[in-house]
């Protein structure tokens, strides 16, 4: 899920919250409904950025490693390590 996905997502729930309050109240089956999918919407978020942040790092520490090794090479070609 994008950005702009979840942002658009989030604002359809808040009118939705918001009308639901105005008919039936606060604490009543539909509001608590609405909350609910507020929070799964969140947890979704959540779960695919740390999924991501994961797989960012991964990319950074192998480029590092692959540079080390690298620059290792060089050095070992050049002084005959």
Known sequence: M??????KRIIALA?????????????????????D???QLGESINRSRRR????VYF?????IVFVLYLVYCLLAEGFGL
């Not at 994008?2 to 942002?7: R, Y």
């Not at 039936?24 to 539909?30: A, E, K, M, V, W």
């Not at 991501?52 to 797989?55: E, K, L, P, T």
């Open 52 to 55: 991501h942040s994961w797989i």
């Open 15 to 35: 009118e939705k919250l918001s009308d639901v309050t105005n008919l039936h109240g606060y604490r009543s089956p539909p509001y608590c409904a609405v909350l």
């Open 2 to 7: 994008t950005d702009q996905q979840f942002l």
């Open 59 to 63: 990319v950074i520490i192998s480029a």
């Open 37 to 39: 999918e507020i929070s």
